[in-house]
Nanobody, 128 residues
Framework: VQLQASGGGLVQAGGSLRLSCAAS????????AGWFRQAPGKEREFVAA????????YYSDSVKGRFTISRDNAKNTVYLQMNSLKPEDAAVYSC??????????????????????WGQGTQVTVSS
């Protein structure tokens, strides 16, 4: 599965952006999807994840209440709606996909090594 992230850009603090992650195959609908971010000099950080059917989503504490992950399996696409952006949200955002299982809990979805496929990143810059 190839993943293509897009939608990054420059936004003022308090503004919004919507990231998209388009997958190359219809089998993407069987995979959980996640968004991670990495700022310069920092480790990769989990942002949000969503189960294969969109039935449940997970968020890091730092974005909970501001970001929303969703998916449209008919379009093989996962979205990350980011509202009330802060300067500390600035980073390269990457999407990833993993084989999903019903018994998985949040500890699986926030772990980068669990993901099988990664897309290239899209830069998000937030000006103060």
């Amino acid at each position: 599965v190839q993943l293509q992230a897009s939608g990054g850009g420059l936004v003022q603090a308090g503004g919004s952006l919507r990231l998209s992650c388009a997958a190359s195959e219809r089998t993407f609908s069987r995979y959980a999807a996640g968004w991670f971010r990495q700022a310069p000099g920092k480790e990769r950080e989990f942002v949000a994840a969503i189960k294969w059917n969109g039935g449940r989503s997970y968020y890091s504490d730092s974005v909970k209440g501001r970001f929303t992950i969703s998916r449209d399996n008919a379009k093989n696409t996962v979205y990350l709606q980011m509202n009330s952006l802060k300067p500390e949200d600035a980073a390269v955002y990457s999407c990833a996909a993993m084989v999903d299982y019903s018994h998985y809990d949040s500890s699986y979805y926030d772990t980068p090594s669990m993901y099988d496929y990664w897309g290239q990143g899209t830069q998000v810059t937030v000006s103060s």
